[in-house]
T-cell receptor, first 114, second 111 residues
């Protein structure tokens, strides 16, 4: 079974631009979560989608948004990029049979904002 | 919201010794506590998890203990090996897939 995949793996953008990141979960997994990883802040929860609905949201500004499609693939979008948005963006998928289950992480998208 | 503190931030041990990483959390309703290992340049991977109705769980050289009253849990690695060198993150969740992570512990096992 293929693992979680993310595209693109690397992105370089300039301040003010917007960016869209994509995540394909493991087949059969319906929950997709997004995290921002930075050296100083560690892993911070952005949001989680299940069956095309956002179920949870972290403490990030409205410039960060996401969506999930009927095939469980998910995208996240960051508008009006700031230098501080430079980070590794990880998505994680989960089968979720009951409650919280193991999350499987993708390789991440490394975003650099210049 | 949930607040998770993880200590120490760095830990160096001699090969064969034990390593202990501790986390505390704030929300008494939290009921799921995973530990992830992230090697340099790689994705985080789950190494062990525990639910609130269990006090201790072991998997070979790795164990996790949970004290719900005190709101803290710990990761124990025995007989450490060089391949245990990585960053370890504790996580806390109260439901669904929202996991609040600690800031990580960089473990170095010295051969």
């Amino acid at each position: 079974k293929a693992g979680v995949t993310q595209t693109p793996r690397y992105l370089i953008k300039t301040r003010g631009q917007q960016v869209t990141l994509s995540c394909s979960p493991i087949s059969g997994h319906r929950s997709v979560s997004w995290y921002q990883q930075t050296p100083g802040q560690g892993l911070q929860f952005l949001f989680e989608y299940f069956s095309e609905t956002q179920r949870n949201k972290g403490n990030f500004p409205g410039r960060f948004s996401g969506r999930q499609f009927s095939n469980s693939r998910s995208e996240m979008n960051v508008s009006t990029l700031e230098l501080g948005d430079s980070a590794l963006y990880l998505c994680a998928s989960s089968r979720e049979l009951a409650g919280v289950n193991e999350q499987f992480f993708g390789p991440g998208t490394r975003l650099t904002v210049l | 919201g949930e607040n998770v503190e993880q200590h120490p931030s760095t830990l160096s041990v001699q090969e064969g010794d034990s390593a202990v990483i501790k986390c505390t959390y704030s929300d008494s309703a939290s009921n799921y506590f995973p530990w992830y290992k992230q090697e340099l340049g790689k994705r985080p991977q789950l190494i062990i998890d525990i639910r609130s109705n269990v006090g201790e769980k072991k998997d070979q050289r790795i164990a996790v203990t949970l004290n719900k009253t005190a709101k803290h849990f710990s990761l124990h690695i025995t007989e450490t090996q060089p391949e245990d060198s990585a960053v370890y993150f504790c996580g806390v969740s109260g439901g669904y897939q929202k996991v609040t992570f600690g800031t990580g512990t960089k473990l170095q096992v010295i051969p």
